[in-house]
């Protein structure tokens, strides 16, 4: 397939990600129901391993690990300003309740994952998608309905590449952990203070983020936290934001314990910037 060849020679020549948003144009308003290929195309180079599905006309999906870095893309959406360090991206799988997981703004028409290794374990089953991309919550947006075929090998390989579990418990509640309603009534007790890392510094950095995962027990104390994902993996953002969670507190009942007593999950973003 065509587009698949444009994102293949980008990813591999070791361009940067914005290169990925020319493999397929950007669409309109209301976009035309796309044919999907048989299954997953799989590529390799010496210092990347991805799995990449590509529509005509569409959006292309990539889950690439380099690096020992997963990270799970969508090119070829409507642009969004330069500027955008993320944007809004609602999946609803089949009869499911939708979605909307974390994604960042890398360049004007390509998203990436905040939580990449459950989106890919997610993609792998495959399944119909009905997709909405869309540069602002108020903003109007450009709909797709895919049909995404399974693809165990290409996708496990991958994720096997990166180390990444096969399987997840979590997974079950990471997307009602991403939940808007959920996340603004979150009330803090005392809230994380993490502290911009030192090794960031040194780099030159002067922000971050890190999108953690925890369990909050009925007490309030959040538990089980788990990095998603983190700008600049290696100088620190992470590992700051998992430290300034340990006296973190939430007002107990914030949120809602689930009906079987289990405590809730929840994924936020914390956000690093030097003064």
């Known amino acids: 397939m065509q587009t698949f060849g444009i994102v293949r020679s980008c990813m591999w020549l ?23 290929p048989m299954d997953w195309d ?6 990347a391993l991805a799995a990449v599905l590509a529509f005509e006309p569409g959006p292309t999906f990539i889950v690439r690990c380099a690096g020992r870095r997963l990270d799970v893309l969508i090119t070829g959406l409507p642009a969004v300003p330069e500027d955008a360090v993320s944007r809004i991206v609602d999946m609803k799988w089949g009869d499911e309740p939708g979605t909307t997981p974390p994604w960042s703004a ?20 495959g399944g119909s ?3 909405t991309a869309r540069a602002a ?11 995404i075929p399974p693809s165990p090998n290409a996708i496990n390989e991958v994720l096997e590449a990166c180390r990444m579990p096969l399987e997840d418990p979590r997974d079950v509640d990471m997307a009602s952990a991403f939940d808007r309603s959920l996340l603004e009534g979150l009330e803090w007790r005392q809230r994380p203070a993490p502290k911009f890392p030192q090794q ?5 950095a002067r922000e971050g983020m890190a999108r953690l995962s925890c369990c909050v027990q009925p007490t309030g104390r959040v538990t089980d936290c788990r990095i998603e994902s983190e700008s600049t993996p ?42």
Not at 107 to 124: E, I
Not at 251 to 257: A, E, I, R, Y
Request: hydrophobic share 45%; charged share 15%.
């Open 106 to 125: 890398v360049a004007s028409t390509v998203a990436v994952s905040q939580a990449p290794d459950w989106l890919a374990r997610t993609l792998r089953h």
């Open 14 to 36: 070791g361009l940067a990600v914005a290169c990925l948003s020319l493999a397929v144009p950007a669409l309109a308003q209301q976009a035309p129901e796309a044919e999907a």
């Open 129 to 131: 998608l009905r997709m």
């Open 234 to 275: 290696g100088i620190g953002f992470g590992p700051s934001a998992m430290a300034s969670m340990r006296g973190a507190r939430l007002k107990p009942g914030s949120p809602s314990p689930h009906p079987d007593g289990s405590p809730p999950l929840v994924s936020f973003t914390i956000r690093f910037r030097l003064a």
């Open 42 to 47: 799989l590529d390799r180079d010496d210092n």
């Open 200 to 204: 960031a510094m040194i780099a030159g």
């Open 137 to 147: 919550l108020d903003a109007p947006g450009s709909q797709y309905r895919l049909d």
